[in-house]
């Protein structure tokens, strides 16, 4: 058996689980149930005897929170495709399809996303070896989640016959079902749900795409063909790339196949797909209640509360069947039964231009991160966090001046010509206009609190010279 190469997809914002997951840090990169993030679980699983390096697609925003979350689980990845815009799953997976296949034509692809929750690892790894067998004779392999309720949430897979473990061929895609219709494939036993996880050759995918897609096709191979090395990231060619149609690989490919086979599995899925998920999956106590720390149930029933900033105490009282999660800048209080409906306020949000919407309290840079401590009008607080070895752009502002005061570990600072050491408590000024940059020398982590004073805070404020990441000089809009 020839070694087999993840693609793990990471570029999906998962606006259900707002107010945790959001745009600029979504909830792949979340630890939502245990200590690892769901996305470092992915990569986990997907590593062994049986697996190569995975190839991470990703888009420019999470590429530096990819690496980071590798290095810290101790995996090295094969390849870091950079979407330059979001293109849906087809073109995603064509790609490191195609990216592969230059490297190897024999080569196995597993494709998963990179936020789901798989409990048994060692059935699931024995799920990928029944796939493996019948990809090796051509076909296209999916893999469906044993029903354990009806779902309407879900699309299903028709099983041309009932298996509980073995590959079997596809009958058909079913849309997501309503209520009736859900409980009766449910009652069936030979309908599965969608988990939007493939095993296939890539020559086979690809010539699925020449039969089936050929502009997308045509258009991704020049996208890698014309694509850039990026300090190691693979990024492709946007102008080629926005030709691709915007679509599923379900859609593009899958429903239009006649070589496709289901493996079943039962071993423990979900896709977190809302609050409700998360509440299933966490450990509940004898009354349904699920907490976080810094969270307080009393007389509560069947309800989850989770406090996500440890200086934020939650305390619910006389609850049953609510959701409620707190940050330092928003808050969600919703029905379980209304757990999709998130979206909604989260669309809502957006039309209002509220920030919370879409950003995350901390803003992740590849250096690290900063967070927004207070902000007033003629001031604004915040607390930087610099990785060991990292360093800031060489920078310069026009409408405000900094003092930096370093809490933790050792600053190197520039100034202008200057260049000194700052250690652990004590500042050094920035006046307004200075080029200046910030770097870690040390070997942990450096932490500083920055005061900037001025007339405007905006990041825009920034005037890059040079920057180790390739963000490019000039104004930073």
Not at 177 to 201: H, K, R, V, Y
Not at 450 to 460: N, S
């Amino acid at each position: 058996m020839q070694q087999i190469t993840p693609i793990i997809l990471c570029g999906g914002s998962g606006s259900r689980l707002w107010p945790l997951s959001r745009k600029s840090y979504p909830k792949q990169f979340v630890p939502l149930v245990g200590d690892k993030t769901l996305f470092q679980n992915s990569a986990t699983r997907l590593t062994g005897k049986q697996f190569k390096n995975p190839v991470i697609v990703t888009n420019s925003d999470y590429r530096f929170i990819v690496t980071e979350q590798l290095q810290e689980i101790g995996i090295d990845p094969g390849a870091i495709l950079i979407e330059p815009e979001g293109r849906n799953t087809a073109p995603a997976i064509l790609a490191a399809a195609l990216f592969e296949y230059r490297e190897n034509p024999d080569a196995v692809l597993v494709v998963a996303p990179s936020d789901h929750i798989i409990n048994d690892v060692n059935a699931f790894q024995l799920a990928i070896d029944e796939a493996y067998k019948v990809a090796l004779d051509g076909q296209l392999v999916t893999f469906g989640i044993k029903p354990t309720h009806p779902e309407t949430g879900f699309g299903y897979l028709e099983l041309s016959k009932i298996s509980t473990t073995q590959a079997v061929p596809l009958k058909a895609f079913v849309e997501k079902p309503d209520l009736t219709n859900a409980e009766q494939m449910f009652q069936s036993g030979n309908f599965l749900w969608n988990s939007g996880i493939f095993l296939f050759q890539a020559k086979d995918i690809i010539e699925a795409f020449k039969k089936y897609s050929p502009p997308d096709l045509d258009a991704v191979n020049l996208a890698l063909t014309n694509s850039n090395n990026d300090l190691g990231f693979c990024r492709l060619n946007l102008t080629d790339w926005v030709k691709t149609e915007n679509i599923s690989i379900d859609y593009a490919i899958m429903e239009k196949s006649d070589n496709l086979s289901v493996v079943p599995f039962s071993a423990g899925w979900s896709d977190l797909g809302g609050w409700d998920a998360v509440w299933r999956e966490n450990v509940a106590n004898a009354n349904g209640v699920n907490t976080s720390n810094n969270a307080t149930a009393i007389d509560c029933e069947n309800s989850l509360i989770r406090s996500e900033d440890e200086s934020i105490e939650v305390v619910g009282i006389g609850l049953k069947n609510i959701i409620t999660v707190a940050m330092k800048d928003a808050v969600l209080i919703a029905d379980m039964s209304k757990s999709q409906d998130v979206k909604k306020a989260v669309d809502i949000l957006k039309k209002k231009k509220a920030n919370q919407a879409t950003q995350f309290p901390k803003d992740h840079r590849p250096w690290g991160w900063f967070e927004s401590l207070s902000i007033d009008e003629k001031f604004q607080v915040k607390k930087i966090h610099v990785h060991p070895g990292a360093s800031l752009s060489l920078q310069s502002h026009k409408y405000r001046a900094e003092h930096w005061i370093v809490v933790s570990g050792m600053a190197e600072v520039t100034i202008d010509e200057e260049v000194k050491l700052v250690s652990e408590n004590q500042s050094v000024y920035i006046p307004l206009g200075a080029i200046h940059r910030m770097r870690n020398p040390g070997e942990n982590p450096m932490e500083l609190i920055e005061v900037q004073t001025g007339t405007y805070f905006g990041e825009d404020d920034i005037f890059r010279y040079d920057d180790v990441y390739s963000r490019g000089q000039g104004p930073k809009g």
